[in-house]
């Protein structure tokens, strides 16, 4: 079966330092793909970061990037200097051949303060 | 500008009515989703359609039904049968079928029952 973990429901960092986001994943599917959501208080699923099962390089978007460790199964999202404005829920998501490449599975999140 | 648009943001239902959530997208995607998220928790699928004239039942399609008429929408009508339907509903549209295509999700409609 697919399943995320998300096993921090809340985390704090203080402004301009580096955070990382814990997130395990379990599939039997050779071949996946794993992504990174933000949802602030308005609701809206912001898209922030997507990493192929195949990628031999972890992926970076600006401030973020995605420390994939394949054998371990993690996909834990790393914020680099941490501003205000990412206080937000965090969602991380996979998708797989079993799921018939048209579900996205996501973890429960985790909630992350930015504090001045 | 492309993008998904929801209506109405919030929506407030009587017991035993049925009420339908609006979902438009401008970006020539194929496939089109709606989901559920009750307080404090992640996403769970209700329905999703990967093209027109057709969809697929999600985890959680018990009281919820769909309609798929047109590439750019896909309403969400809530019935009476759905026994807890408060809670906030996000639509989301993704281009292609392969692993790396994103969803992109529209701002979405909180639905309270009195």
């Known amino acids: 079966a697919q399943k995320i973990t998300q096993t921090q429901p809340g985390m704090f960092v203080q402004e301009k330092e580096a955070v990382t986001l814990d997130c395990t994943y379990d599939?039997?599917?050779?071949?996946?793909?794993l992504f990174w959501y933000k949802q602030p208080s308005s609701g809206e699923m912001i898209f922030l970061i997507y990493?192929?099962?195949?990628?031999?390089q972890n992926a970076t978007e600006g401030r973020y990037s995605l420390n994939f460790q394949k054998a371990r199964k993690s996909a834990n999202l790393v914020i680099s200097a941490s501003q205000l404005g990412d206080s937000a829920m965090y969602f991380c998501?996979?998708?797989?051949?079993?799921?018939?490449?048209?579900?996205?599975?996501f973890g429960a999140g985790t909630r992350l303060f930015v504090k001045a | 500008d492309g993008g998904i648009t929801q209506s109405p943001k919030y929506l407030f239902r009587k017991e035993g009515q049925n009420v339908t959530l609006s979902c438009e997208q401008n970006?020539?995607?194929?496939?089109m989703y709606w989901y559920r998220q009750d307080p404090g928790q992640g996403l769970r699928l209700i329905y999703y359609?990967?093209?027109?004239?057709?969809?697929q039942k999600g985890d959680i399609a018990e009281g919820y039904s769909v309609s798929r008429e047109k590439k750019e929408s896909f309403p969400l009508t809530v019935t009476s049968a759905q026994k807890n339907p408060t809670a906030f509903y996000l639509c989301?549209?993704?281009?292609?079928?392969?692993?790396?295509?994103?969803?992109?999700f529209g701002p979405g409609t909180r639905l309270t029952v009195l």
């Open positions: 989301a549209s993704r281009k292609g079928t392969g692993n790396s295509d994103t969803q992109y």
């Open positions: 599939t039997s599917d050779p071949s996946y793909g």
């Open positions: 990493q192929g099962s195949y990628d031999q």
């Open positions: 998501a996979m998708r797989g051949l079993t799921t018939g490449g048209f579900k996205t599975i």
């Open positions: 970006l020539n995607h194929d496939a």
């Open positions: 359609s990967q093209i027109v004239n057709d969809f």
